[in-house]
Protein backbone atom coordinates (compact mmCIF):
# COMPACT_ATOMS: atom_id res chain seq x y z
CA UNK A 1 0.00 0.00 0.00
CA UNK A 2 1.46 3.31 -1.10
CA UNK A 3 0.58 6.88 1.23
CA UNK A 4 -2.15 7.93 -1.49
CA UNK A 5 -3.80 5.02 -0.71
CA UNK A 6 -3.42 5.53 3.29
CA UNK A 7 -3.95 9.28 2.49
CA UNK A 8 -7.52 8.73 1.26
CA UNK A 9 -8.46 5.96 3.64
CA UNK A 10 -8.13 8.43 6.41
CA UNK A 11 -10.40 11.22 4.11
CA UNK A 12 -13.22 8.67 3.73
CA UNK A 13 -15.61 7.35 6.92
CA UNK A 14 -15.20 3.95 7.13
CA UNK A 15 -18.52 3.89 8.65
CA UNK A 16 -20.90 5.72 5.97
CA UNK A 17 -18.61 6.26 3.05
CA UNK A 18 -18.07 10.11 3.83
CA UNK A 19 -15.34 12.49 2.29
CA UNK A 20 -13.20 14.88 4.33
CA UNK A 21 -11.67 17.80 2.79
CA UNK A 22 -7.74 17.20 3.19
CA UNK A 23 -6.42 17.97 6.62
CA UNK A 24 -5.18 21.77 7.45
CA UNK A 25 -1.87 21.84 6.90
CA UNK A 26 -0.14 22.98 9.68
CA UNK A 27 1.63 26.29 9.92
CA UNK A 28 6.09 25.81 10.36
CA UNK A 29 7.13 27.00 13.41
CA UNK A 30 9.38 30.17 13.10
CA UNK A 31 12.54 29.62 12.46
CA UNK A 32 15.83 32.09 12.59
CA UNK A 33 15.99 35.84 13.83
CA UNK A 34 12.64 37.47 14.06
CA UNK A 35 12.03 39.89 11.29
CA UNK A 36 14.15 43.40 11.78
CA UNK A 37 11.12 45.38 12.47
CA UNK A 38 11.02 43.59 16.11
CA UNK A 39 14.23 44.74 17.09
CA UNK A 40 13.27 48.34 16.54
CA UNK A 41 9.95 48.06 18.61
CA UNK A 42 11.55 46.59 21.50
CA UNK A 43 12.43 48.82 25.12
CA UNK A 44 15.92 48.91 26.51
CA UNK A 45 15.38 46.40 28.63
CA UNK A 46 12.56 44.86 26.98
CA UNK A 47 13.05 40.62 26.61
CA UNK A 48 11.54 38.98 23.29
CA UNK A 49 10.15 35.87 24.45
CA UNK A 50 8.34 34.36 21.34
CA UNK A 51 7.23 35.56 17.69
CA UNK A 52 5.33 34.39 15.18
CA UNK A 53 3.80 35.25 11.97
CA UNK A 54 -0.21 34.64 11.87
CA UNK A 55 -3.53 37.08 11.29
CA UNK A 56 -5.33 39.31 13.57
CA UNK A 57 -8.51 39.02 12.19
CA UNK A 58 -7.62 39.55 8.65
CA UNK A 59 -4.58 40.98 8.30
CA UNK A 60 -1.46 39.25 8.01
CA UNK A 61 1.28 40.31 10.49
CA UNK A 62 3.89 39.06 13.23
CA UNK A 63 3.17 38.94 16.35
CA UNK A 64 5.79 39.32 19.18
CA UNK A 65 5.41 38.47 23.00
CA UNK A 66 8.00 40.13 25.35
CA UNK A 67 8.92 40.40 28.70
CA UNK A 68 6.28 43.56 28.72
CA UNK A 69 4.14 43.34 26.05
CA UNK A 70 1.93 41.95 23.25
CA UNK A 71 2.78 43.66 19.86
CA UNK A 72 1.00 43.00 16.38
CA UNK A 73 3.37 44.19 13.69
CA UNK A 74 2.49 44.59 9.97
CA UNK A 75 4.84 45.49 7.16
CA UNK A 76 8.02 46.91 7.72
CA UNK A 77 7.12 49.67 10.67
CA UNK A 78 3.65 49.82 11.34
CA UNK A 79 2.63 48.65 14.97
CA UNK A 80 -1.06 47.49 15.05
CA UNK A 81 -0.93 46.63 18.80
CA UNK A 82 1.04 47.41 21.64
CA UNK A 83 -0.79 46.15 25.22
CA UNK A 84 0.85 45.78 28.40
CA UNK A 85 1.11 42.19 29.39
CA UNK A 86 1.38 41.81 33.00
CA UNK A 87 -2.46 43.34 32.74
CA UNK A 88 -5.38 41.08 33.68
CA UNK A 89 -6.08 38.68 30.91
CA UNK A 90 -7.64 35.58 29.76
CA UNK A 91 -6.34 33.24 27.11
CA UNK A 92 -8.06 30.43 25.38
CA UNK A 93 -6.58 28.21 22.86
CA UNK A 94 -8.77 26.90 19.75
CA UNK A 95 -11.32 27.99 16.85
CA UNK A 96 -13.17 31.31 17.57
CA UNK A 97 -16.02 33.34 15.77
CA UNK A 98 -13.79 35.33 13.73
CA UNK A 99 -11.27 31.87 12.48
CA UNK A 100 -11.39 32.28 8.90
CA UNK A 101 -12.18 29.39 6.98
CA UNK A 102 -8.88 27.06 6.33
CA UNK A 103 -7.04 27.90 9.49
CA UNK A 104 -6.77 25.42 12.33
CA UNK A 105 -8.44 25.64 15.07
CA UNK A 106 -5.38 24.74 17.53
CA UNK A 107 -3.28 27.50 15.81
CA UNK A 108 -5.69 29.92 17.21
CA UNK A 109 -5.32 31.77 20.20
CA UNK A 110 -7.21 34.61 21.81
CA UNK A 111 -5.88 37.14 24.16
CA UNK A 112 -8.83 38.83 26.31
CA UNK A 113 -7.89 41.56 28.17
CA UNK A 114 -10.00 43.82 30.08
CA UNK A 115 -10.15 46.61 27.42
CA UNK A 116 -9.10 44.59 24.57
CA UNK A 117 -9.84 41.21 22.68
CA UNK A 118 -7.38 40.05 20.28
CA UNK A 119 -7.77 37.30 17.80
CA UNK A 120 -4.62 35.64 16.34
CA UNK A 121 -4.94 33.18 13.43
CA UNK A 122 -2.56 30.66 11.41
CA UNK A 123 -0.15 30.27 14.70
CA UNK A 124 2.00 26.85 14.24
CA UNK A 125 0.13 24.62 17.18
CA UNK A 126 3.23 24.40 19.43
CA UNK A 127 3.87 28.26 19.04
CA UNK A 128 0.51 28.74 20.09
CA UNK A 129 1.01 26.70 22.83
CA UNK A 130 4.06 28.70 23.81
CA UNK A 131 2.59 31.89 23.53
CA UNK A 132 -0.36 30.76 26.04
CA UNK A 133 1.82 29.15 28.37
CA UNK A 134 4.10 32.16 28.61
CA UNK A 135 0.78 34.51 29.25
CA UNK A 136 -1.08 32.28 31.69
CA UNK A 137 1.21 30.63 34.80
CA UNK A 138 -1.19 28.16 34.79
CA UNK A 139 -0.79 26.76 31.39
CA UNK A 140 2.56 25.61 31.84
CA UNK A 141 2.22 22.38 33.87
CA UNK A 142 -1.46 21.27 31.39
CA UNK A 143 0.47 21.85 28.27
CA UNK A 144 4.36 21.05 28.54
CA UNK A 145 3.63 18.28 31.50
CA UNK A 146 6.73 16.57 30.12
CA UNK A 147 9.36 18.84 29.25
CA UNK A 148 10.95 20.40 32.25
CA UNK A 149 13.18 22.65 30.67
CA UNK A 150 10.20 24.27 28.97
CA UNK A 151 8.45 24.46 32.00
CA UNK A 152 11.72 26.66 33.82
CA UNK A 153 12.02 28.85 30.42
CA UNK A 154 8.26 29.61 31.06
CA UNK A 155 8.51 30.29 34.55
CA UNK A 156 11.33 32.19 34.34
CA UNK A 157 9.42 34.39 31.39
CA UNK A 158 6.32 34.69 34.24
CA UNK A 159 9.12 36.72 36.79
CA UNK A 160 10.39 38.77 34.52
CA UNK A 161 6.05 39.57 33.12
CA UNK A 162 5.35 39.86 36.66
CA UNK A 163 8.17 42.72 37.04
CA UNK A 164 7.43 44.29 34.06
CA UNK A 165 6.93 48.21 35.10
CA UNK A 166 4.19 48.79 32.02
CA UNK A 167 0.92 48.77 33.60
Known amino acids: MCAEDVKAAALACRFCGHRFT ?3 AVPPRPEGPPPDVVGTVLGA ?15 A ?5 TSDRVLY ?12 LNVKRKIRLGASPTTPE ?3 PDGTLVFDFEDQR ?3 HGLNPDVANEIAA ?11 S ?3 DMQMRLRDRHEKIDRSTLR
Open 134 to 144: TAIPGFVDRLF
Open 73 to 84: LTGADFLLINHP
Open 61 to 65: GTLVI
Open 146 to 148: DDA
Open 45 to 59: AEELFVWSPCQLTYS
Open 102 to 104: GCR
Open 118 to 120: LDF
Open 22 to 24: DAL
